[in-house]
Antibody, heavy 120, light 107 residues
Framework: EVQLLESGAGLVQPGGSLRLSCAAT????????MSWVRQAPGKGLEWVSS????????YYADSVKGRFTISRDNFKNTLSLQLNSLRAVDTAIYYC?????????????WGQGTLVTVSS | DIQMTQSPSSLSASVGDRVTITCRAS??????LNWYQQKSGKAPKLLIH???SLQSGVPSRFSGSGSGTDFTLTISSLQPEDFATYYC?????????FGPGTKVDIK
């Protein structure tokens, strides 16, 4: 059974940083692209970033480009998202999700989400 | 960027009703369209991938159709556990984009 477990939730001041992690089990991790999708309180789903299976290609939404960095460790079966220069609008539940590839695929498995709150 | 729209934004329906939700892309996305169900406080769940392929374990009352720019999610006979918000998502190109969602609640 595929399971994704996010961690790293927290309250951070505007301009601060946070690192989110997602531990994956039940699959050959390096075979799959991984993504982060977020959901602001009471709002819809927003794609944030994706990374290819071997980590060689990364993709970002314009809203986070230059501030967030996605990475993965295929030995530890872990996905990470480094969040810098955080803004109030980044407040959201952050989900990690699995797809076969970055595009032409779907998010077949999701973590339970981890809450990031940016507030002074 | 490819914009996704959904209609209606919300609907009220009764158990046993046939429900149809539409999704439109701002440009052609072939069949790279997925549907998700999200219940309150839970992570989204994949229902349909590649426009019309039912995800393993999803009840057959859910079906998807369409290609190009216009897509449909149909629930043939609404069940109590189907009251939720439904999102479409294009995977044709990055940035990956979701529709704004359709909330299905009890009439």
């Amino acid at each position: 059974e595929v399971q994704l477990l996010e961690s790293g939730a927290g309250l951070v001041q505007p301009g601060g940083s946070l690192r989110l992690s997602c531990a994956a089990t039940g699959l050959i991790f390096s075979n799959y692209a991984m993504s982060w999708v977020r959901q602001a309180p009471g709002k819809g789903l927003e794609w944030v970033s994706s990374i290819s299976g071997n980590g060689g290609s990364t993709y970002y939404a314009d809203s986070v480009k230059g501030r967030f960095t996605i990475s993965r460790d295929n030995f530890k079966n872990t996905l990470s998202l480094q969040l810098n220069s955080l803004r109030a609008v980044d407040t959201a539940i952050y989900y990690c999700a699995i797809g076969d590839t970055v595009t032409a695929s779907s998010f077949a498995y999701w973590g339970q989400g981890t809450l990031v709150t940016v507030s002074s | 960027d490819i914009q996704m729209t959904q209609s209606p934004s919300s609907l009220s329906a009764s158990v046993g009703d046939r429900v149809t939700i539409t999704c439109r892309a701002s440009q052609t996305i072939s069949s790279y369209l997925n549907w998700y169900q999200q219940k309150s406080g839970k992570a989204p769940k994949l229902l349909i991938h590649a426009a019309s392929s039912l995800q393993s374990g999803v009840p057959s009352r859910f079906s998807g159709s369409g290609s190009g720019t216009d897509f449909t999610l149909t629930i043939s006979s609404l069940q109590p556990e189907d009251f939720a918000t439904y999102y479409c998502q294009q995977s044709y190109t990055t940035p990956l984009t979701f529709g704004p969602g359709t909330k299905v609640d009890i009439k």
